[in-house]
C-alpha cells in the first residue's frame, strides 16, 4: 500500500496567487535565521526554561538557583553561560557573589506568550 503525504501538493496544483519574489525579498538571512533557532534551542531544554521561569521575578545568585532547581553550582553555571552567550539572561558581579537576570523584556515576553499559548492549548 503507497502511503501519500499529506503535506504535498497535489501534481496539478499551479500555486497561489500570491507574488513568490515578494516573498523571497523579504526572507530571512541566514544569520538572523540561526540567531532566531539559538533561541528556540535554548528554550528546548527543560533545564534552561526552568532556570528562566525563576528568573522571571526576581534577580538571583547562582547559589539560589541552585537551591531552587536542586542541581549542583556546576551545572547551573554551565546552563547560565548558554543562556548568557545568546543574550537571554544576563548577569551582575557584587563581590565574589554573581547575580543573573532576564537581560530584557522581549525575553520575558517570548517566555511568558509561549507559556500562556501552551496553558491556552491545554486546556482546550
Not at 15 to 43: P, Q, S, V, Y
Not at 85 to 114: A, C, L, P, W
Amino acid at each position: 500500500m503507497v502511503q501519500v503525504a499529506e503535506d504535498q501538493c497535489d501534481d496539478t496544483c499551479l500555486g497561489t496567487e500570491i507574488n513568490l519574489k515578494h516573498l523571497g525579498e523579504i526572507n530571512l538571512d541566514e544569520k538572523t535565521a540561526i540567531d532566531l533557532a539559538d533561541i528556540f534551542k535554548a528554550l528546548g531544554d527543560p533545564t534552561r526554561v526552568k532556570l528562566i521561569h525563576a528568573l522571571l521575578s526576581t534577580e538571583l545568585c547562582v547559589h539560589d538557583l541552585c537551591v531552587v532547581l536542586g542541581m549542583t553550582q556546576s551545572a547551573v553555571s554551565h546552563q547560565l553561560r548558554y543562556l548568557r552567550n545568546i543574550r537571554m539572561v544576563k548577569r551582575r558581579k557584587e563581590g565574589k557573589t554573581v547575580y543573573y537576570s532576564i537581560d530584557d523584556d522581549h525575553v520575558k515576553e517570548i517566555f511568558t506568550q509561549t507559556l500562556t499559548h501552551l496553558q491556552h492549548t491545554t486546556n482546550k
